[in-house]
């Protein structure tokens, strides 16, 4: 499935989509940016109430598919900017991170 399909399937806010074509191999929730960094596997689809411009390192860092900003958290638009620049799909949902995960679970 890609971030684009994915996207569409789970009826996610798009926030940044310059790649919507990247395969989507897994989910990972977290909120502690070093633990993401340590455990998260490339092509995931990143769960997380952060919005902080770190996100958009942790994400290119780790080639992740996308990050799902979840809970209604509010995006600025200086990291909506950044994520563009450096090519990181957001996407953003009110759904619980619990639920988003056992969405994003089911279709993938």
């Known amino acids: 499935m890609t971030v684009s399909?994915?996207?569409?399937?789970?009826?996610l806010q798009v926030v940044s989509m310059p790649s919507?074509?990247?395969p989507?191999?897994?989910g990972?929730?977290?909120d502690l940016l070093s633990w993401v960094m340590g455990n998260a596997q490339q092509g995931c689809a990143w769960m997380t109430i952060m919005t902080n411009r770190n996100i958009v390192a942790v994400?290119?860092?780790i080639d992740m598919a996308c990050i799902?900003?979840?809970?209604?958290?509010?995006?600025?638009d200086d990291v909506a900017a950044l994520a563009k620049d450096k090519g990181i799909n957001?996407?953003?949902?009110?759904?619980?991170?619990y639920e988003m995960?056992?969405?994003v679970s089911g279709l993938i």
Request: net charge negative; with cysteine; hydrophobic share 45%.
């Open 5 to 11: 399909e994915l996207a569409n399937a789970a009826g």
């Open 68 to 76: 799902i900003v979840t809970e209604g958290s509010d995006i600025p």
């Open 24 to 26: 989507v191999e897994c």
């Open 59 to 61: 994400a290119e860092l």
């Open 90 to 97: 957001v996407l953003a949902t009110e759904l619980p991170t």
């Open 20 to 22: 919507p074509d990247a």
């Open 101 to 103: 995960c056992a969405k």
């Open 28 to 30: 990972y929730a977290g």
